[in-house]
């Protein structure tokens, strides 16, 4: 089992059953998180005694993915991970003014199949654990010597078919112990499991949700995205209606604009008829076209108007800035070409 697959509390109760000192949780947090440290061996590790860190090393792994491959662009880098079982999973560095982002996969694979998305033509082969996304942040780290300020968890996968790693992957990344990443710089996209949502309005972190929403109707949402034929927007909305009270936090949704199919001024009135009052937040975002998908991006004049449409009925609306027009980015393409080959 990876090492970081441990919250501090876990490894606090691990050490206390080994008869160790509790304080030894904090010491090896320090020495897998601090960014001046970062062992790969636990023999690095040298205030713990060298009995510790041969039961460590019998019981834990300390690496459980690798660089395959980074393709760079202008204020981006996208990687391709092999983990340990030879499946791939990727993750997009992004650099903002106000810091480093670092959007992250939670699954090999994905069952939600949406239509439009890289990720879903590949089916779920399996949850990544709590470590494998840890190490996602570590690796981008290293590699590109940057401090990773943000998290969005929007990669391959739905977050929410992986919700106890999820918890545990925030728990463990904003620990001041660990990566120190604060909550409100955290947020996890899910494209409407409606029981997950209500569950995660009790969540005890202040994190960000994201709805990947892309269609104003039910019949539209159908046509797109299969999970509308199990939770249809009416109880959609009612849970995020119930997170917001609970929370009080806002919510942004997502919405791809896809080319003369959710792109219209009826479906941008649409949008702004079922956020009307809601503290909602609209990121419009420009598609990524594939050559396995047959979808196109909507042009620069429609993307304009719908953005028009939403702030003249008060909808907080912003266009997504893009990233790595010259590389695979669209989510799961860069897996996609590996596993194409």
């Given at each position: 089992m990876s090492i970081y697959n441990l919250t501090i509390e876990e490894l606090t109760d691990y050490f206390l059953k080994n008869n160790e000192k509790k304080f030894?949780?904090?010491?090896?947090?320090?020495?897998?998180?601090?960014?001046?440290?970062?062992?790969?061996?636990?023999?690095?590790?040298?205030?713990?005694?060298?009995?510790?860190?041969?039961?460590?090393?019998?019981?834990?792994?300390?690496?459980?993915?690798?660089?395959?491959?980074?393709?760079?662009?202008?204020?981006?880098?996208?990687?391709?991970?092999?983990?340990?079982?030879?499946?791939?999973?990727?993750?997009?560095?992004?650099?903002?003014?106000?810091?480093?982002?670092?959007?992250?996969?939670?699954?090999?694979?994905?069952?939600?199949?949406?239509?439009?998305?890289?990720?879903?033509?590949?089916?779920?082969?399996?949850?990544?654990?709590?470590?494998?996304?840890?190490?996602?942040?570590?690796?981008?780290?290293?590699?590109?010597?940057?401090?990773?300020?943000?998290?969005?968890?929007?990669g391959i996968g739905e977050p929410f078919d992986n919700y106890d790693n999820i918890c545990k992957f925030i728990k463990i990344i904003n620990h001041q112990n660990g990566l120190n990443i604060g909550s409100r710089h955290i947020t996890v996209s899910t494209c409407g499991l409606v029981p997950k949502i209500l569950d995660f309005a009790n969540f005890p972190y202040q994190v960000n949700l994201a709805i990947s929403l892309h269609a104003p109707t039910d019949e539209l949402r159908k046509q797109l995205m299969p999970i509308a034929k199990v939770y249809p927007l009416k109880e959609l909305m009612e849970s995020i209606k119930i997170y917001l009270e609970k929370t009080n936090r806002r919510v942004t949704f997502e919405y791809i604009l896809l080319k003369d199919i959710n792109d219209k001024e009826e479906d941008a009135n649409n949008l702004s008829k079922l956020l009307k009052g809601i503290n909602a937040y609209v990121n419009l975002i420009p598609y990524n076209e594939t050559e396995a998908l047959q979808f196109a991006r909507s042009n620069a004049l429609t993307i304009a108007k719908f953005y028009d449409i939403l702030k003249k009925n008060n909808i907080t609306v912003t266009i997504r800035r893009e990233f790595g027009g010259t590389i695979s980015a669209a989510c799961g393409q860069l897996r996609s070409k590996k596993e194409d080959i």
């Open positions: 030894f949780a904090k010491e090896l947090f320090s020495w897998l998180y601090e960014k001046d440290k970062r062992i790969t061996d636990f023999d690095m590790a040298t205030n713990l005694k060298k009995s510790t860190r041969e039961r460590l090393k019998a019981e834990f792994k300390i690496s459980t993915l690798d660089i395959v491959t980074v393709e760079k662009a202008k204020d981006v880098r996208k990687y391709l991970f092999k983990l340990n079982d030879g499946e791939h999973i990727e993750a997009v560095l992004m650099h903002h003014d106000y810091g480093n982002s670092l959007c992250i996969s939670s699954q090999v694979g994905c069952n939600m199949g949406c239509k439009f998305c890289e990720s879903g033509r590949r089916k779920k082969v399996r949850n990544l654990t709590s470590g494998e996304m840890v190490e996602q942040i570590l690796k981008v780290e290293s590699e590109g010597k940057v401090r990773i300020s943000h998290v969005v968890i929007m």
